[in-house]
């Protein structure tokens, strides 16, 4: 049997009115075969190293009925959400009737394999009984109490009942309050007495508030963290806040998930993303898996790179049983498995995520195209070939080589990610032959290309007249690590066919190495010591391959890794109302030629106006001058780059005035 499927969502991004039961139907699937379940490490092995949980939403079902369902369920995930059996209709369909077969059912289950429970949810305004929303006030809040005690309390002492939602979406998009039967009812004091009625249900479970669109910082997740600053601050036991994560590539991902995720982190919490899917615009294309799998992986970074955020779950696992299809017309495929439990390109991006080393992929790409040789010079030469096809796509090709018109052996001479390479130091009139291989991301190699032959031109023109000395190379745009070099161009009889750059260590002494070539008359090197010294000659080359004197010498010190820092900073007022604003983002950018590890940032605060929230830095306010520090985790930056910090104000509902005269400095 498959799980209820309504859908009552009334306010999901860029829909509305979309309770659309929609065909399930098959769609073609014009590239993808099913591969092998997976021979990889589990998920839940991966995300334990990590100090993470991974976990999946489960439909009660086919978690009794399906062997292939039970399987992956015990395998991959240490953690479960029930998808629908722990909510009010489930368990309290009529005043005090209860009923826990699919609670248990899942709770159960998790015990067995060693996984958490995830309890979902206890206060919301969607799969509730009309018996409770017609309630009164007085019976209203006593009826959500006798639920949260009874249903928590039902758990309290099992181990694998480790956290609830407690209330789940009580936000509107702006970032007011939804008009719910609850908040209507209520007023905003429902939320504060649900997390007390929890507390006192299970002193000993994470007590969490959920919501969906506030993965990236909007108006509504500023909403939700202004709530539970606030509901901490008068000592609400708020203890977790879980970004539901229903994702749709066509709508772009939430790139500040990571910092939003560390903004909450600051209040105390921990973090969590609940619900995690990915649909995509169907039909379904190994194309749109590809991003589909980027936006897995993205999500397993972010967690990974906040502390506070406990794990994932994701909203199911396989295609056969998602929400999606039956609420999205035209949309689905959202889960890491297909509607056969086949592992999709999602499974391994997510496993690789978690330090995996997926060997699920067992297809090669196809084989290369022959490649056609060009710009054939006495020393080298221009391959290209059509690219090769890959079901995860191609990560690269090998270049082989081997001597002569035939025999002798091929062996790799070098690799590209595109469908083209340059081959140089070869010698004047001499043949060799080439093929190409392709690789996939899994280490998957194609059988290779056909061969083509190259015989380099040069030996029989009997031009032995060197190119003349370049002119003593000039250096500028010197860093800690690196500078720009540029000479007087070599003239030559036949032509000039490119410059090896030579670099000797210090101001005097030890030798002089190749350590570029250019076809121009300059050459940036890089990777260069700080607050060091190297000397450079460069000598022309001309096609018959005759090589010029080696110019004088230029020495180059580069600059101090230590210092050298500067930066700057943007501000800008993302939303603004009568007696308050968000500044947000504001920018932070490296400016300097080496890396900083702390930034100050001061603004003026006019007279009247009040810091009441802030994520990612860390600002203190004096007199009329906001003082902002780095958080701990974004101080460092690289030259050129930037992060971002923002903050909430408020001010005099008469004044429209906002937070001015940004500067930055470091430390
Ligand atoms: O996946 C659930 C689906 O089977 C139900 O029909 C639906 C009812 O609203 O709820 C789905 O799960 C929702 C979750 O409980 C809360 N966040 C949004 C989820 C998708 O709608």
């Known amino acids: ?288 898996d590809t991003v589909q799998a980027q936006y897995y992986t993205n999500v397993v970074n972010a967690c990974l790179a906040v502390t506070a955020c406990a794990g994932i779950t994701i909203w199911g696992f396989t295609d056969k049983y998602s929400w999606v299809p039956d609420t999205f017309p035209s949309e689905g495929f959202a889960l890491p498995y297909d509607s056969s439990y086949a592992v999709k390109p999602a499974y391994t991006a997510i496993n690789t995520a978690l330090g995996g080393s997926p060997n699920n992929d067992t297809q090669a790409p196809t084989t290369p195209g022959t490649p056609t040789a060009s710009g054939v010079t006495s020393s080298g030469v221009t391959l290209s070939w059509t690219a090769s096809t890959d079901n995860v796509g191609v990560s690269g090709y090998d270049i082989l080589r081997a001597p002569g018109t035939s025999g002798g052996s091929f062996t790799q001479v070098g690799t590209s990610t595109s469908a083209t390479f340059s081959d140089t130091g070869l010698s004047a009139n001499t043949s060799y032959r080439y093929q190409v291989r392709a690789r996939d991301a899994a280490g998957n190699t194609s059988a290779a290309s056909s061969a083509v032959t190259v015989t380099t031109t040069g030996g029989g023109t009997g031009d032995t007249q060197a190119p003349s000395t370049p002119g003593t190379p000039t250096a500028s745009g010197v860093t800690s690590s690196g500078v720009t070099l540029s000479w007087t161009a070599s003239t030559d009889n036949v032509g000039v066919s490119g410059y090896d750059i030579l670099r000797a260590p210090g101001t005097s002494g030890g030798s002089f190495a190749q350590v570029g070539t250019s076809t121009t008359t300059s050459f940036s090197d890089t990777g260069l010591s700080a607050s060091t010294s190297y000397r450079y000659q460069v000598r022309a080359r001309d096609a018959a391959g005759n090589v010029s004197a080696a110019s004088s010498a230029v020495t180059v010190t580069t600059t101090g890794g230590g210092t050298g820092g500067g930066c700057s900073v943007t501000a800008a007022v993302q939303t603004q109302w009568s007696g308050g604003y968000v500044i947000q983002p504001v920018t932070v950018t490296n400016t300097g030629t080496s890396a900083i590890s702390s930034w100050t940032v001061t603004f003026t605060l006019p007279s009247g106006h009040a810091l009441v929230g802030q994520w990612n830095g860390v600002i203190t306010v004096s007199g009329g001058t906001g003082t902002a520090k780095n958080a701990n985790y974004n101080g460092a930056l690289a030259p050129g780059q930037s992060t971002t910090f923002g903050f909430q104000v408020s001010r005099p509902s008469s004044d429209n005035s906002t937070a001015s005269g940004f500067t930055c400095a470091t430390p």
């Open 1 to 288: 049997m498959t799980p209820p499927r309504v859908s009552v969502h009334r306010a999901r991004r860029r829909f509305t009115a979309l309770t659309v039961l929609a065909l399930v139907s098959t769609f073609a699937l014009p590239v993808l075969s099913a591969s092998p379940a997976a021979a990889a490490t589990p998920l839940r092995t991966l995300a334990a190293a990590k100090g993470k949980f991974i976990g999946f939403a489960a439909a009660t079902s086919p978690l009794a009925n399906e062997a292939a369902y039970r399987t992956i369920a015990q395998t991959e995930f240490n953690q479960i959400t029930a998808e629908n059996a722990m909510k009010w209709d489930a368990t309290e369909p009529s005043d005090n009737s209860w009923n826990f077969s699919g609670a248990d059912q899942i709770v159960n289950f998790a015990v067995a394999n060693n996984q958490a429970v995830h309890g979902h949810t206890l206060v919301w305004h969607s799969q509730t009984p009309g018996w409770v929303q017609g309630l009164g006030a007085t019976a209203m809040r006593t009826a959500m109490q006798d639920h949260i005690t009874t249903l928590v309390g039902r758990y309290a002492s099992n181990t694998a009942l480790q956290s609830w939602d407690v209330v789940n979406e009580v936000f509107e998009e702006n970032g007011s309050f939804r008009s719910s039967f609850w908040y209507n009812t209520l007023g905003q004091s429902f939320i504060a007495d649900a997390f007390r009625y929890a507390r006192a249900a299970d002193p000993d479970a994470k007590l969490c508030i959920n919501d969906y669109n506030v993965e990236g910082i909007n108006a509504k997740s500023t909403a939700m963290y202004n709530l539970v600053q606030s509901l901490r601050a008068q000592n609400v036991p708020v203890d977790c806040v879980g970004f539901q994560g229903h994702l749709a590539t066509q709508y772009g991902f939430p790139s500040d998930l990571q910092q939003n995720m560390a903004r909450f982190a600051a209040l105390g919490v921990q973090v969590r993303v609940t619900e995690l899917d990915v649909r995509i615009l169907t039909p379904r294309t190994s194309a749109k």
